[in-house]
Structure formats: C-alpha cells, structure tokens
C-alpha cells in the first residue's frame, strides 16, 4: 500500500465516485481530492466514513485548491506537495461542466461563452501544468475526463456544451502529444453520454445515461492498468463502459 492517488474535481459527479474507487484499491495508501470548497470536501469526508468506513475514510486527503488561475495553482501544488509528496502516481482531471445553451450563437454574449472556458479549458489546463510534473515524478498515469463536444452535441443551439466540450477535448489531446515520450501514461476518457448517480432516475430523452460508480471503477481501471496511453477512449455505452472496468482499455 503505498501508491498516491490524486482526483481533480473530486467532489464532482464523476470525481467523488472516481475517490471512492480509488479507495476501494488496497495499493493505494492515500486518495487526494481538490476541490474549491472545504466544505464541500467536508461533505465528501462523512460520506466515505458513512458508506465506506474509517479505514477508507483514513485514507483520505481533501486539499482545497483553485487550478483554474496560475497563482493559486502553484498553491494548490504546494499544499499537494505537503501533503502527500511529490510523487504522484495516479491523477484523473475531471473539473467543470459546460453550461448547456439553447440559445443561438448569433445571441450568445461574449461573458457566457468565456464561462464556459473558465469552468471546462482553464482548470483542467492549469492542473496539468502543476499536478503532470508530479506525475511525471513518479512515471504514473494522468487520465483526462473529457465531454463529447461536437461528436455529441453539434447542432443548433449547443453552443455552451459543444464549444466547452471541444475545447477539453483539444486540450488533452495536445497534452497528451506533447508528453508522450516523458515516462508516464496519459489517456483522455470522453463521456458520450450523461453520467449521473442514478440513471433510473433520469426521462427517457435522445442521450444515454451511465451511472457514476461505473465511470468512476472505468477511469480508475485506465490509470492503474496503463494499457491506453496517448489514446481517447470513448464511452458511448454500457458496453464500452463495462470492457474500460474489466480491461483498463476499449477497442
Ligand atoms: N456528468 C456528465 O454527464 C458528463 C458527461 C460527459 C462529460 N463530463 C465531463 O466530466 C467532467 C466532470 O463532470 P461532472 O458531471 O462530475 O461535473 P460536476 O459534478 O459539476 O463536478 C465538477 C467538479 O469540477 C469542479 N469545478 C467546476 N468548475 C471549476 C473551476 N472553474 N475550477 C476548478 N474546479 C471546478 C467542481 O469542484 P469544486 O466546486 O469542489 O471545486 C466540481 O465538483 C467535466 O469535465 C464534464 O464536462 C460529464
């Protein structure tokens, strides 16, 4: 037990399941999640004490952080650093959620669309430039969580998810490029379908939803089994869904 893992965004939808996933992993001695809000780590602390006991909740690490601005990135980095080393093994970036516009472009203010790269490009972004040399460190493995921007969603009045989506996918697609030959593995997971707690729960509509303990055992199978590195895997069913958790990759 001596592997760190780290979640970005981890009180998220995707990034509090992809902790607890984590945590269920008996190499792992520490889970660290970053998040803007210790209240919201807070939250997330009892719940794993509640669901997951003392031996998890142990083994947990909230570090409050804002990646999205460069100063309060290098911040954020420190206080990773006090915490639990400078060795990261595992990292999943899974910040921000598009705003979703019906609204055409033509009548889409300039405030909304910089919104939506402040919440999906910036964070994600400024993670990778404190929290990849860590990684890096220990020759581990970075999974970018990406949405389906235009592959998914293109079409009149998507503005905010397409444009917001494409951007995160751009950006781990070059990141992933640019580190290629530096030691350690980076995959980019694009979700093509909605992941959500309970997908019972949600009206029939034109896409699928997934649930997030899945997404979460998927993106922790990809980091700790390493078989996809510079490669996107997408997610677009249940099936898909189930090979990533078994095999850490997808055909
Ligand atoms: N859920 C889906 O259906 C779905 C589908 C496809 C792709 N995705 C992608 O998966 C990722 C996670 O989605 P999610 O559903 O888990 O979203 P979520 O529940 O809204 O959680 C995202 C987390 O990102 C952090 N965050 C938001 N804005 C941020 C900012 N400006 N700076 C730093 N952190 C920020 C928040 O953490 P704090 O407030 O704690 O800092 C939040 O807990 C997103 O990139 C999303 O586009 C999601």
């Known amino acids: 037990m001596t592997k760190i893992a780290l979640v970005l965004g981890g009180t998220g939808t995707i990034g509090s399941a992809t902790a607890m996933a984590f945590l269920k992993e008996s190499s792992i001695a520490k889970v660290v999640v970053t998040s803007r809000s210790q209240e919201k780590l807070d939250r997330l602390a009892q719940e794993i004490k509640s669901t997951m006991g003392e031996d998890a909740a142990g083994k947990f690490l909230g570090v409050v952080g804002d990646p999205g601005h460069e100063d ?31 609204d055409p472009l033509a009548t889409t203010s300039r405030a909304k669309i910089a919104e ?15 929290i990849m040399p860590l990684v890096k460190n220990a020759g581990g493995s970075y999974v970018f969580v990406t949405g389906g921007g235009p592959d998914t969603f293109l079409g009149p009045g998507t503005g905010g998810l397409t444009i917001s989506g494409s951007t995160s996918t751009a ?77 850490g990759i997808a055909s």
């Not at 954020?76 to 598009?98: L, R």
């Open 72 to 102: 309060a990135a290098k911040d954020m980095q420190a206080k990773v650093i006090a915490a639990a080393g400078d060795k990261i093994d595992y990292a999943v970036s899974a910040m921000g959620f598009g705003w979703f516009s019906h």
């Open 116 to 130: 939506a790269l402040e919440m999906q490009l910036f964070p994600a972004f400024g993670a990778w430039k404190v």
């Open 171 to 247: 950006f781990a697609k070059v990141a992933m490029k640019e580190t290629a030959q530096d030691g350690f593995t980076s995959t980019e997971v694009s979700f093509q379908v909605g992941v959500c707690r309970d997908p019972s729960a949600m009206p029939p509509g034109p896409i699928a939803w997934l649930s997030s303990k899945d997404a979460g055992s998927a993106l922790v199978s990809v980091a700790l089994k390493r078989k996809a590195h510079v490669k996107t895997m997408v997610i677009r069913s249940q099936e898909i869904m189930n090979e990533l958790i078994a095999e």
